[in-house]
């Protein structure tokens, strides 16, 4: 039996422009794993330019021939016609990344802002239309035009991570409009969502609310099939998400209060104060990791329970407050981290589920001994923030290891992008890593190639991070933006094609909101511009300062490299203001005025700005 291809089929094929033919109609692109192509633009060929969402298409037929040129990085959607015992080539899209070899237009300063105030607008128009904004109507399902379903859940996670989505747009562009929505829906999970122990003192945060009109039947336990009946640690941490990066704005400190009862719970009953670490679920009645009503989630831990503290609030929290409280349980989690993760003996990806004993779990429900590529790129990323922190050589390694690992096993070498599920070890004869179930890819993953090759690169200067940074920013800008409905796709399929089947055709469900868009504009654009450009940019903030401990905001955008960042100048309503230590990234504002409006101009050091 023969395995020659006898037949036509089409594909994409991302790469580097080698060489250009005019006469012959005839161009090379080199993938990134080395393999040149000889592609025909014989024939109809469209071209475009890359767009952001509410751009206008931008035709580039007419410049074909002089855009081919040597160094362009670009995607080609072509056929392949099998004949005379060879494969011909012929490309029937093209969308180029710039106006010139070398230029990529998501670097463009503004990009991201701009594409963050566009899925700022429609997620606010899918959840409370053109009228107030009125919790009540939110509804975690929304379609693929914004328009909501027969659900009526309200779940706790998604209406965070809508919030925090929209306290990143306003600390972006100082639109109050965002930030309404954002202290709105702090104020709606605070007053429907928490539970408020005072015999343990701790608080706690439903899974979500079933709404039927005026009748809200609370739901304690999650949902979700993976963790139902019990309190998972995931549902807990980005309960906290929205509200903490609210409170960077606002400095409101009964968000604080609750995030810190939040902490006393993970401290009282996540915590494995023997063998370390975090546990992933606990029961809903006696608050016990190890109880049998958990079945195969007793006496777990995992990369959620253990690294998502980080991205998810705990980074966000200290750079509120730069209270060593919150640094030593971040270098408590990075410890472990290093420590437990990596599995180099056995696999390039890190173990991701462990036994109380931190054995390995390799048997639990869909993971098994699978790899999420994303949790690989997550952890890069949020170590090198933390080593920004708490500089530690095997912080910096272990983040630098993965980055060099990934690309080759875990990123689409052809066509561009990441993937999703992939088994953690090869099996006999194998070369390649089997796809647990699929090759499409889903949007966080890339998020997290695009941040961990950013601030690889910001932190350490190499200029094959860039390159990956620039494959992951080019893929995402490229395919998952819906120019047609507004915000981002979930999934598409390894060409780049949206992929619009079940829950993957939302853009509201139980693993999307806004989070993970906003948390890749929000960073993108302080990587791209203040670590790697050398521009400045403009942040906002709207505290009460009689709320401040000593009237000190604090205005750092992430953890960046100490001395990397510092103050150009400051606004207050407006006017000038000079009361602030540059180099400190933090204004002292004055009391007993009530709100006032913060414009913070930082600018990299070093470079020019």
């Known amino acids: 039996m023969s395995d020659t291809v006898n037949f036509t089929f089409s594909d994409t094929v991302a790469g580097y422009v080698t060489a250009h033919d005019r006469d012959t109609g005839r161009f090379t692109l080199r993938t990134a794993d080395g393999r040149e192509l000889e592609i025909s633009t014989a024939g109809e060929v469209s071209a475009e330019l890359l767009r952001n969402l509410e751009e206008p298409y931008a035709d580039a037929g007419g410049h074909l021939d002089a855009m081919l040129e040597p160094g362009r990085y670009l995607f080609a959607h072509v056929l392949y016609y099998p004949e005379g015992g060879t494969t011909r080539i012929e490309a029937k899209r093209l969308i180029f990344l710039g106006r010139q070899a070398g230029a990529y237009r998501f670097e463009e300063t503004d990009w991201w802002i701009r594409q963050l105030e566009s899925i700022a607008g429609f997620y606010r128009r899918a959840q409370f239309g053109d009228g107030p904004i009125d919790y009540t109507r939110y509804r975690t399902q929304l379609r693929l035009g914004g328009d909501k379903t027969a659900s009526h859940i309200q779940e706790t996670d998604t209406i965070s991570r809508l919030v925090y989505g929209m306290a990143s747009a306003f600390m972006l562009t100082g639109d109050d409009a965002y930030l309404e929505v954002a202290e709105r829906g702090t104020e709606y999970l605070r007053e429907h969502m928490r539970v408020v122990d005072p015999e343990e003192d701790v608080v706690y945060w439903y899974h979500g609310l079933s709404v039927d009109g005026d009748t809200e039947k609370k739901l304690f336990t999650s949902e979700f099939s993976d963790d139902y009946d019990a309190i998972p640690m995931y549902e807990q941490i980005y309960a906290l998400a929205g509200p903490i990066q609210t409170y960077r704005v606002t400095g409101d400190p009964r968000i604080k209060s609750d995030a810190d009862a939040t902490l006393r719970l993970f401290e009282k009953f996540f915590l494995d104060r023997e063998q370390g670490g975090y546990y992933s679920h606990i029961d809903p009645i006696l608050f016990r990791a190890d109880h049998p009503s958990l079945g195969p989630n007793k006496a777990r831990k995992n990369w959620n329970s253990v690294g998502d503290h980080a991205p998810a609030y705990l980074i966000n929290l200290y750079l509120a407050t730069g209270d060593e ?11 472990t981290i290093v420590q437990r993760f990596p599995d180099r003996k056995n696999s390039p990806f890190v173990q991701e589920r462990f036994h109380r004993d931190w054995s ?27 080593h920004a ?11 630098a290891e993965i980055g060099e690992l990934m690309p080759a096993v875990g990123s689409d070498r052809q066509r561009g992008g990441w993937y999703d599920v992939v088994e953690r070890v090869l099996a006999d004869g194998q070369e ?30 190499r200029a094959e991070f860039l390159r990956d940074a620039r ?46 868009s906003a948390e890749l504009c929000y960073l993108a654009a302080v990587y791209n511009n203040l670590l790697i450009a050398g521009r400045g940019m403009d942040f906002w903030f709207k505290p009460d300062p009689d709320g401040l401990p000593d009237g000190l905001l604090r205005v750092s955008p992430d953890l960046l490299p100490a001395g ?37 101009r930082l600018e990299p050091v070093g470079k020019a700005s």
């Open 325 to 335: 409280t919150y640094a030593r349980m971040l270098e408590y989690t990075f410890d």
């Open 360 to 386: 390995h779990d390799t048997t639990h429900g869909w993971q098994q001994d699978r790899a999420v590529v994303g949790h690989n790129l997550k952890i890069a990323w949020n170590l090198m923030r933390m």
């Open 389 to 399: 922190l708490r500089p530690k050589r095997e912080y910096l390694e272990t983040a």
């Open 432 to 461: 390649h890593h089997r796809f647990a179930w699929h090759d499409r890819k889903a949007w966080w993953q890339q998020e997290q190639a695009i941040l961990a090759y950013l601030i690889l690169h910001g932190t350490t200067g």
């Open 471 to 516: 494959h992951a920013e080019a893929f995402y800008n490229t395919f998952f933006l819906d120019h047609d409905e507004g915000a981002v796709y979930f999934n598409v399929l390894a060409s780049g094609t949206p992929y619009l089947l079940g829950t993957e055709r939302l853009k509201g469900s139980h693993s999307m909101s806004m989070y993970h």
């Open 564 to 600: 990397s960042v510092r103050i150009a100048e400051v606004e207050l309503d407006g006017v000038p203001y000079p009361d602030h230590d540059a180099d400190a990234l933090t204004v002292r504002l004055p009391r007993g005025r009530g709100r006032v409006k913060v414009r913070v």
